[in-house]
T-cell receptor, first 116, second 113 residues
Framework: GAVVSQHPSWVICKSGTSVKIECRSL??????MFWYRQFPKQSLMLMAT?????????EQGVEKDKFLINHASLTLSTLTVTSAHPEDSSFYIC????????????FGSGTRLTVV | GENVEQHPSTLSVQEGDSAVIKCTYS??????FPWYKQELGKGPQLIID?????GEKKDQRIAVTLNKTAKHFSLHITETQPEDSAVYFC????????????FGTGTRLKVLA
């Protein structure tokens, strides 16, 4: 149980274009989704927290106009990297706590974004 | 805010030996400490966790200990196998009344056959 499906697993895009990453909770309802960014051989850095039906909360230093987050339903949260640049290339991962608990967060499989 | 330090950054052990990874946290309000295993190119997988009202938890070859007074917790893997090779992350949660995970810097474990 508690599976988070993340797509795409990898994407290559040109500078200036936008990329959308989707995370779906398959067998539970996720009222909250956490979005992380991970550079090679580094730790996971929390970017933002999305809440179903309300605006996302961004961590300090994360540009909310560049990283658009939408959490339109209890099973889907999306991250859109707008006007991507090479420095946005990274591994993006979502995570959700099963509804009703704040423990045992489940992570998606990650999306490797390469901006050329 | 919460800060989590993790040591060592890399660890090599012979197959069958034990591996220990240590983490310290700064905020005494943190009350939940999960450990994740991340294989190359994949998302982290929860392997064990512990809450602040417990001092030790064990699941087969994996155990976690928590010392609230010293604000540190450790992951113990016994009888290591090559498939245990991965990057392990500790995390702390519950600081400032939030449920965000603050991750350690990770430990790259290599089990030598």
């Amino acid at each position: 149980g508690a599976v988070v499906s993340q797509h795409p697993s990898w994407v290559i895009c040109k500078s200036g274009t936008s990329v959308k990453i989707e995370c779906r909770s398959l067998d539970f309802q996720a009222t909250t989704m956490f979005w992380y960014r991970q550079f090679p051989k580094q730790s996971l850095m929390l970017m933002a927290t999305s809440n179903e039906g309300s605006k996302a909360t961004y961590e300090q230093g994360v540009e909310k106009d560049k990283f658009l987050i939408n959490h339109a339903s209890l099973t889907l949260s999306t991250l859109t990297v707008t006007s991507a640049h090479p420095e946005d290339s990274s591994f993006y991962i979502c995570s959700a706590p099963p509804r009703g608990t704040n423990y045992g967060y489940t992570f998606g499989s990650g999306t490797r974004l390469t901006v050329v | 805010g919460e800060n989590v330090e993790q040591h060592p950054s890399t660890l090599s052990v012979q197959e069958g030996d034990s591996a220990v990874i240590k983490c310290t946290y700064s905020d005494s309000a943190s009350n939940y400490f999960p450990w994740y295993k991340q294989e190359l190119g994949k998302g982290p997988q929860l392997i064990i966790d512990i809450r602040s009202n417990v001092g030790e938890k064990k699941d087969q070859r994996i155990a976690v200990t928590l010392n609230k007074t010293a604000k540190h917790f450790s992951l113990h893997i016994t009888e290591t196998q090559p498939e245990d090779s991965a990057v392990y992350f500790c995390a702390a949660s519950g600081s400032s009344g939030t449920y965000k995970y603050i991750f350690g810097t990770g430990t790259r474990l290599k089990v030598l056959a």
